[in-house]
């Protein structure tokens, strides 16, 4: 394996049965350890796809050039169930997703059927919880919390089977803006601390923002892979597959409209709050 790559992925295809098109198309493309990953594209642009592919769901279309290599490991017949360990994903619908009747046993559920020892299964679900900031809900019913909250115990129940690869699937997209901005903060969190690789699947540009690289898709094809200031600076790509322009760049046109250049190299809300105060103070 290459150090520092956790997934690689080479000349991989996919048909669903019965399909006249391919809904993955000879996709390649290699993610870092440690790093934050968004999947972008319109409706059915292969996202779901490439992501069940990843984790052994689908198998990919035969053809000799075909490899997926996760962890150093490839992805095989044997090597599924150990692959499919280092992978926890976070789905859309919070209500989906649990199956204890208190926090607590939800973030146990996992480690209970990997046969996890009592003592060290009590502390490993403590130090979860308390990681995602739910320690107060300890004790609660799932059902009675709010959506973020949910979505923050999901990603309790991956941390405590220690994932390398942590994905989430349109995780934030039920979720109010709050709900949603908690979640991604948390996130990076995790991935800073517990050197996770994060893969989010995401309609939402704002996300795809904030993260490391992006992966572009259109119709089953990786069209773009580089970071999130080359990919969406590219308005009418961008406009075209009917994707937003991100929230930072409609802002910096419409100062630009009103006479207030703001430089191209700045690209997130701190550095243009520096720079409008700094601009203030010079009035
Ligand atoms: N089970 C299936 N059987 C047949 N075709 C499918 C199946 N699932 C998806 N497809 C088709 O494969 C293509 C890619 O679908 P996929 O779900 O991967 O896209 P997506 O980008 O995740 O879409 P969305 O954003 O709507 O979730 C689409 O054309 C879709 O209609």
């Not at 046969?115 to 009590?122: E, L, S």
């Not at 990603?155 to 991604?184: F, H, N």
């Not at 999130?228 to 419409?254: A, R």
Request: some cysteine; charged content about 25%; aromatic content about 6%.
């Amino acid at each position: 394996m290459v150090a520092d790559k956790i997934i690689q992925v080479k000349h991989v295809s996919f048909t669903y049965p019965d399909s006249k098109t391919k809904a993955a198309s000879d996709v390649s493309f290699d993610i870092k350890k440690g790093t934050w990953t968004a999947i972008v594209g319109h409706n059915g642009s292969g996202k779901s796809t490439i992501t069940r592919l990843l984790n052994g769901l689908l198998l990919p279309d035969k053809n000799p050039e075909t490899k997926i290599i996760i962890d150093g490991q490839e992805l095989n017949e044997e090597t599924v169930w150990d692959i499919r360990d280092k992978i926890g994903i976070v789905f859309q619908n919070p209500d989906n997703q649990f199956v204890g009747a208190t926090v607590a046993d939800d973030v146990a559920f996992g480690l209970e059927n990997r046969g996890v020892p009592r003592d060290q299964m009590i502390k490993t679900v403590k130090w979860a919880v308390e990681q995602v900031g739910m320690s107060d809900y300890f004790n609660a019913e799932p059902a009675n919390l709010s959506g973020g909250q949910k979505q923050r115990v999901a990603i309790a129940g991956i941390l405590a089977i220690q994932p390398k690869i942590i994905i989430l699937d349109e995780a934030t997209s039920m979720l109010d803006p709050s709900g949603r901005k908690k979640v991604l903060n948390l996130v990076k969190k995790m991935k800073d601390m517990e050197d996770l690789t994060v893969l989010s699947i995401t309609h939402d540009v704002n996300e795809a923002f904030i993260a490391d690289q992006v992966l572009l898709l259109n119709d089953g094809k990786l069209i773009n892979q580089d970071e999130p200031v080359n990919v969406f600076s590219q308005t009418k790509l961008i406009n075209d597959l009917g994707l937003e322009e991100p929230f930072i760049f409609k802002l910096k046109d419409k100062l630009k409209s009103v006479g207030i250049k703001i430089p191209e190299n700045v690209n997130t809300e701190e550095k243009l709050i520096e720079i409008l105060c700094q601009l203030n103070s010079k009035m």
